[in-house]
């Protein structure tokens, strides 16, 4: 029902409607070309189609505005960074509290106890590391796993995504595993030590792990970097199983499916991992993650430190638990990330879902909405995926570009990567009604 014309028009009318008006985001993007390599301090921030970057003057909760004086409602929140709203006040407060007091020591602070009890009783996993990413933590993990192990084989999922870890970046293609074509100045080929099969093929799994030879299977609980691919019924229950019988870690990568519920996925539904990885919103913003293990982990990481010699694992940062980083998290996890937050998140987010399929219905397309808790995303084909390989094949790169550019040009954003929502603690349903028939009238154009 819509026609390739018609994306190609929207596309074209939106581009020039953003350039006119963003005449200060424009002359900033001038200046600086002048000496950040593509015009931005991190090439991400290119990825949302725009003409030049939306350079932002401020945020708080659920909104943002830019330079030129444009309020949006935030659905994007940062990709996960922001996910419980843009510098939540007792974060904040913590943040200028601590700057006063040292920004990092090498040293632990009062912070560490209390964040500490408040992980291993959230998350049910009694041990715990900070480092400064997600992606630092996926490195260590996997580290930890081949060392306590033995093995050098990692296992993961097609469509994954676990941060800039050079052991993940490998795909499917017509089943057969490659690399991935985006990744830059690889040397070695990781296929010789990384597995790759699709998601929800117990069968698959089952036969790799039978192999004897994989060190851990590292996967999100639910996948969310390439569209969203909810777990088969049972199928976390039996990946836990066949891992404990053939001597496997399990770890669950939860930085996006903390959106799940207040201890997350596994909280939310019970199948525990050995290891256990939590990044971007868990101190509201500020650069930090952590890996939490279990009690055996934690004996078998023992012996292997016993065995080696002090000093460089080439696990960790000096930057790694920073105080300032401490007081941030404890903060978030104590005042922000609350059982009352996720009472508000969760129910706005059904609310949300069920919103954008009376407007999806409503003009006759054959789409769908996924969605986990407080995380959703409408995605342009009928039927749900069940792995990596099904989810990339109903991506629509031109139609999402030209819906993207529509809603920014009337006050809207949501995810840059396909068509990703989050609904924070200070989403309102007013925030919900305007996302929706924003989305209805750009439905509307397209089809004519």
Same mark, same amino acid.
């Given at each position: ?6 994306? *190609? ?28 390599? &593509? ?9 949302? #189609? ?8 401020? %945020? ?6 830019? =330079? !030129? ?16 709203? @843009? ?25 560490? =106890? ?9 998350? &049910? ?34 469509? $994954? ?5 050079? !052991?993940?970046? =490998? ?23 990384? %597995?790759?099969?699709?998601?929800? !093929? ?10 004897? !030879? ?9 996948? *969310? ?41 596994? #909280? ?39 065995? +080696?010699?002090?000093?460089?694992? +080439?696990? #960790? ?14 903060? $978030? ?10 009472? @508000? ?8 879902? @069920? ?8 003009? #006759? ?9 407080? &995380?959703?995303?409408?995605? $342009? ?66 089809? +004519?």
């Amino acid at each position: 029902m819509i026609s390739d014309g018609s994306i *190609t028009a929207m596309i074209a009318a939106e581009r020039d409607l953003f350039v006119a008006r963003n005449p200060n985001s424009a002359a900033l993007a001038m200046e600086a070309a002048r000496h950040w390599h &593509r015009g931005v301090p991190f090439h991400w921030m290119l990825d949302w #189609g725009t003409p030049f970057p939306l350079f932002v003057d401020r %945020a708080q909760g659920a909104e943002l505005w830019d =330079v !030129d004086g444009h309020r949006f409602d935030d659905f994007c929140l940062g990709d996960t960074g922001s996910m419980f709203g @843009h510098s939540p006040p007792p974060v904040a407060e913590a943040i200028a509290r601590q700057a006063s007091r040292g920004l990092t020591y090498m040293l632990p602070s009062e912070d560490a =106890v209390a964040v500490g009890e408040e992980l291993a009783t959230r998350f &049910r996993l009694p041990f715990w590391q900070v480092t400064a990413s997600a992606s630092d933590a996926n490195r260590a993990v996997i580290r930890w796993c081949r060392g306590i192990t033995g093995r050098k084989r990692i296992l993961v999922f097609n469509g $994954c995504y676990h941060g800039a870890v050079d !052991d993940v970046f =490998v795909d499917l293609r017509k089943g057969m595993p490659e690399l991935r074509r985006s990744l830059v100045g690889q040397v070695y080929d990781v296929r010789q030590h990384t %597995a790759v099969i699709e998601f929800n !093929d117990l069968p698959a799994l089952e036969a790799e792990l039978a192999k004897g !030879d994989i060190a851990c299977v590292l996967t999100e609980p639910a996948l *969310t970097n390439v569209g969203m691919v909810l777990p088969d019924p049972g199928y976390l229950e039996a990946m836990r199983d066949l891992c404990t019988r053939h001597g496997t870690v399990l770890v669950f990568d939860e930085t996006h499916t903390i959106s799940t519920g207040y201890g997350g996925h596994t #909280g939310t539904y019970g199948t525990l991992p050995d290891m256990f990885v939590l990044g971007k919103p868990v101190a509201g913003g500020v650069p930090c993650a952590v890996y939490g293990f279990s009690a055996e982990v934690a004996e078998r990481k023992e012996r292997i430190r016993a065995e +080696g010699e002090t000093g460089h694992s +080439g696990i #960790g940062t000096t930057l790694s638990a920073n105080a300032l980083a401490l007081a941030a998290m404890r903060a $978030c996890l104590t005042q922000v990330m609350t059982p009352a937050a996720y009472a @508000h998140m969760l129910p706005l987010a059904e609310h949300l879902a @069920h919103r954008l399929r009376e407007v999806i219905a409503a003009r #006759g397309l054959e789409w769908h909405v996924a969605h986990i808790g407080a &995380r959703g995303e409408f995605i $342009c084909a009928p039927r749900p995926a069940r792995n990596g390989t099904e989810a990339r094949a109903a991506m629509q790169g031109p139609l999402e570009q030209a819906l993207h550019l529509f809603l920014i040009n009337r006050g809207v954003l949501i995810a840059p990567f396909h068509n990703m929502t989050l609904v924070s603690p200070s989403t309102t349903e007013a925030q919900v009604e305007r996302l929706a028939s924003v989305l209805d009238d750009c439905l509307k154009t397209l089809i +004519g």
